[in-house]
């Protein structure tokens, strides 16, 4: 019985066919060829294969039109499209169509081959993007936009929490989205005819963060959303689990989102375990950028109809662009990407014009510096949350350093053991936990 992977390659030029088989069966692949597309709808039938390669332009055939014969016909088949230099307009559209990925002429073979063992190791050819229940409607209205195995994966997990009872916890970096994947939740749970509530503990201060918690659980059904968990006090935290414990109302309930591992604040100290232990049940964790570096054109095609329409422009990435934005470092995420669209569109005095690769690098050199200082301050609302997050921080590695012992740390910063007990427990850091590690 074969058990190899089966790639089906359609090209109007032999050589790439040629090639393509030489190098993918000396990787271990089964290859079947093809010259054109007029007989891939029946030799994928007979095939099943674990991926299909396919050329955009062909003589005898729109390769655009056979994807969409190929989704229609075979919903969960995986494509990659072939597509010449410059056609990336057209590859974007080959995307939104279905197709998991494109390369470019001429082939890059280590490029084909890294994408095809990535598709081999992360896939599974009976549970690709056709998932049921998905609600396109509401993906549209938030624009959440993605075409990996990592963003259809994540859509199949939230698929399956949509309506349970117990609370939430969603981690994520700063611009990955996570606010927009709790409307999405909220949008298709048997809540959304009550309220989504949302306290951001990075804005408000404790008492404010309680009285908002008291007033949910006292008033309210439908969904609290509590945004940054992991900076809230931890006298707040207790208040909030107390409301956990003591509500009976089962039209309620509670999504959380952190940063932070809320396991690596229990072991410090600053976070509740008990609360922990009650949002830790079923965590979902958002997806970086540079795990989902395939979404990068869809994402790019998106923000940048957005700009234009909003400047009235016409701004175009060519091909080499949507290369380097792949292959680059994005430490604030989709955010991070979506600034830097705006801030090309808005720089470009010409209306009409098409972005170089020299240009892009020198955007993202320029980006940068702004980014680094949105992420560095922003997330403070005053002088006085900087200098805690600043000490407490420092007082963690202090303490950590002498070995958590209260007294051999006082020391070193010219304080007594009780003047340094009365500022950890300003800043919210249990004395009792911390030395537990």
């Known amino acids: 019985m074969n058990t190899k992977p089966i790639i089906l390659a359609i090209d109007d030029e032999t050589y790439i066919l040629k090639t393509l088989k030489e190098v993918l069966e000396d990787e271990g692949y089964q ?16 095939l099943i294969p674990d991926l299909v390669l396919l050329d955009i332009f062909m003589p005898n055939c729109n390769g655009i039109k056979l994807l969409e014969q190929i989704k229609r016909e075979f919903p969960t088949q995986n494509v990659i499209m072939i597509s010449g230099f410059g056609n990336i307009q057209i590859a974007i559209n080959a995307l939104k169509n279905g197709a998991l990925d494109f390369i470019e002429k001429p082939l890059n073979l280590d490029e084909i081959l890294s994408k095809i063992n990535f598709l081999k190791n992360n896939t599974n050819k009976n549970t690709n993007n056709n998932i049921i229940n998905i609600d396109q409607d509401i993906i549209k209205k938030l624009t959440i936009i993605g075409n990996s195995y990592l963003f259809l994966e994540l859509l199949q997990q939230i698929e399956q929490i949509i309506n349970i009872e117990y609370p939430l916890i969603i981690y994520g970096e700063h611009g990955t989205g996570k606010s927009l994947f709790v409307e999405y939740i ?8 009550f309220d989504l509530i949302t ?14 918690i008291n007033n949910f659980y006292s008033n309210n059904s439908g969904i609290l959303y509590i945004k940054h968990i992991n900076n809230m006090s931890l ?21 959380a989102s952190s940063l932070n591992p809320l396991l690596n604040l229990v072991q410090v100290g600053q976070f509740n375990s008990s609360l922990f232990h009650r949002l830790n049940i079923t965590p979902l964790e958002i997806p970086s950028l540079n795990k989902r570096r395939y979404d990068i054109p869809l994402l790019c095609d998106h923000f940048l109809k957005q700009e234009n329409s909003l400047q009235k422009k016409s701004i175009i990435l060519d091909s080499k662009c949507i ?51 949105e992420q560095t301050f922003t997330k403070f609302n005053s002088l006085k949350d900087a200098v805690n997050n600043f000490e407490k921080k420092f007082l963690l590695y202090l303490l950590k350093k002498n070995r958590y012992d209260i007294k051999q740390a006082s020391s070193n910063i010219n304080l007594s ?20 590690i």
Not at 201 to 209: A, D, G, H, M, Q
Not at 357 to 363: A, K, P, S
């Open 31 to 46: 290859i079947e060829t093809l010259l054109d597309g007029n007989k891939a709808i029946d030799l994928i039938g007979k």
């Open 186 to 193: 909220y949008n298709k749970s048997d809540l959304k005819k």
């Open 199 to 212: 306290i951001n503990c990075s804005c408000l201060n404790e008492n404010e963060v309680i009285e908002n």
């Open 235 to 255: 006298n707040a935290q207790k208040i909030l689990l107390k409301n956990i414990e003591l509500n009976t109302n089962k039209n309620m309930r509670l999504i």
């Open 323 to 373: 290369r380097v934005l792949r292959n680059y470092n994005w430490f604030a995420n989709i955010a991070q990407l979506k600034n830097l669209i705006k801030y090309i569109v808005n720089s470009c005095q010409d209306k009409n014009k098409v972005i170089s690769e020299t240009e892009i690098l020198n955007y993202l050199e320029e980006n940068k510096t702004n980014v680094i200082a």
């Open 417 to 436: 053991a009780m003047q340094l007990k009365d500022k950890l427990l300003k800043l919210n850091i249990d004395i009792n936990s911390i030395n537990k």
